[in-house]
């Protein structure tokens, strides 16, 4: 067996691993690779390999990092289905749609310029009927079923991260590989614990936040409180981007929880994304994937965990235009969670300048995006092109992370058979991340730790 990496290695994006064993290929996830956005859209573009070589095809969760190029996969020759869970297709179904619908119309405003400057016009990466005929690929499987891909065998298990989200436990050549794809955290709102996986010769292991620990998401509510209130008093506006698949909705039911505690003002809220809507809307049909306290409250009351009065999710466009017309304190909660796309960036560009607004960042930030530009506080950043002063105040509560942080990562490990374990590959993490995690998983007796780069190649 060989196993090769070729994206989601020295960064978080672009996931894009393939397994070889008797002459065929397993290609685990094709995400898209996002930062500069040149240098993004050159990788993107064109896939590291033969798409026609590849014999089959599993994703862990529906972010975009991690099925994003599916329609380029299959635009270039791949014949095969794309195995998911069935949350996991209604979530692709909604996120490559609105991938090419972005893409065609960032190209759109490109070609303008280009026959501004005499040059000849690009082409998407991928138009929306790729993304339509890509959409006829996927294949929902429960977390209870095994599957039999040629010499691969593959169980799906809950990873906890996001609805349908999950480890990817394969069986080839008498051995096992574990896929982590993106490791939840234990005791967070609406979805379940990951499941731990004991069995394995080989982990393909995260390592998004190898370097950091979490706080402790027991004080979330009252640190989301204080924040709110503070920006509230002072008359400012909250502008919170958010990715729309788990993170808008971990927002909203957390807001719930504090209206009806009376720990905030009853502030308008509103969820500006046509798309978190609808994701919304699958959450709202999967309530089977929740854990327990979720069920409850999905049980007990009328409106459930993502509804309450003084909350609106904004679809139309013009309806968007017109919040950045309000002046009193609100709550805005508007993709991309990384702030390089989407509405969030008209709501910011009105709202930076200010000193009573607030820009609260609750998701990981990538580098070169614009997201981790706040966070890393710089003085001035760009917003389509123009200069804007950061005055309103910036705040980061990594504690909504729906990733594993270091001491999560290594008790995971730690409950594994580590007489049976003898290599791990670290992967989804940006250097520092990787590297920090190297000793710690010496000290638990593994010898085999490898970051690979790009287009290394390994036999097992």
């Known amino acids: 067996m060989k196993i090769q990496f070729w994206g989601g290695v020295g960064t978080v994006t672009g996931s894009q691993h393939i397994l070889k064993s008797g002459g065929r290929s397993l290609l685990l996830e094709c995400g898209l690779f996002q930062g500069h956005r040149q240098e993004a859209e050159e990788i993107n573009r064109h896939l590291p390999f033969d798409a026609r070589q590849i014999d089959f095809c599993c994703v862990s969760h529906a972010h975009i990092d991690h099925i994003g190029n599916l329609p380029n996969l299959i ?59 890509a959409l006829t690929r996927l294949q929902g499987i429960s977390y209870a079923r095994r599957e039999k891909l040629g010499p ?23 051995q096992r590989v574990l896929f982590t794809g993106d490791l939840g955290r234990k005791k967070m709102p609406i979805i379940r614990d990951p499941v731990q996986v004991t069995e394995a010769d080989i982990l393909i292991m995260e390592a998004t936040y190898g370097d950091r620990l979490h706080g402790d998401y027991r004080d979330v509510r009252n640190r989301l409180a204080t924040i709110i209130n503070r920006t509230a008093e002072r008359g400012g506006r909250i502008i919170i981007p958010a990715f729309a698949v ?5 927002i909203v ?22 798309l978190a809507s609808q994701v919304t809307e699958v959450y709202r049909s999967s309530t089977a994937y929740f854990d327990t306290e979720t069920q409850t409250l999905v049980n007990g009351e009328h409106d459930g965990p993502f509804d309450f009065p003084g909350l609106r999710y904004i679809e139309d466009v013009n ?10 304190p609100c709550i805005i909660i508007s993709p991309s969670g990384m702030c390089e796309a989407g509405r969030v ?9 200010d000193s009573k607004n607030l820009i609260l960042i609750v998701s990981f930030q990538a580098q070169h995006t614009l997201g981790r530009r706040l966070v890393e506080h710089q003085p001035v950043v760009k917003i389509f092109g123009e200069e804007f ?5 910036i705040e980061v509560m990594n504690e909504f992370s729906a990733h594993a942080d270091r001491n999560a990562l290594l008790d995971y490990v730690k409950n594994m058979n ?42 097992i």
Not at 152 to 168: E, N, P, R
Not at 246 to 250: G, S
Not at 441 to 458: D, R, S
């Open 246 to 250: 788990e993170r808008a909705q971990e």
């Open 253 to 274: 039911y957390n807001l719930k929880l504090l209206r009806q505690e009376s720990a905030i003002p009853d502030l308008p809220v509103f969820v500006d994304s046509p």
């Open 345 to 353: 960036l008209h709501h910011l560009k009105h709202s930076i300048t």
């Open 152 to 174: 691969f065998t593959v169980h799906f298990h809950d990873a906890g991260h996001i609805l349908g989200s999950s480890l990817i436990d394969i069986e080839v050549e008498n």
């Open 319 to 328: 309806e968007s235009k017109k919040l950045n017309q309000l002046h009193e």
């Open 418 to 459: 580590l007489r049976r374990l003898r290599r791990i590959f670290i992967v989804h993490a940006e250097p520092q991340a990787a590297q920090a995690m190297i000793e710690p998983l010496h000290q638990l007796g593994i010898q085999e730790i490898t970051i690979p780069e790009k287009g290394a190649e390994y036999e």
């Open 75 to 133: 635009r270039n020759g791949y014949r095969g289905k794309v195995l998911m869970t069935k949350p996991s297709v209604a979530l692709s179904r909604l996120l490559l749609l609105d991938a090419a619908k972005i893409q065609e119309g960032d190209i759109k405003y490109l070609n303008k310029k280009r026959r501004e400057r005499g040059e000849p016009p690009k082409e998407p990466i991928y138009t929306t009927a790729d993304a339509e005929h």
């Open 389 to 393: 002063p950061v005055r309103a105040e």
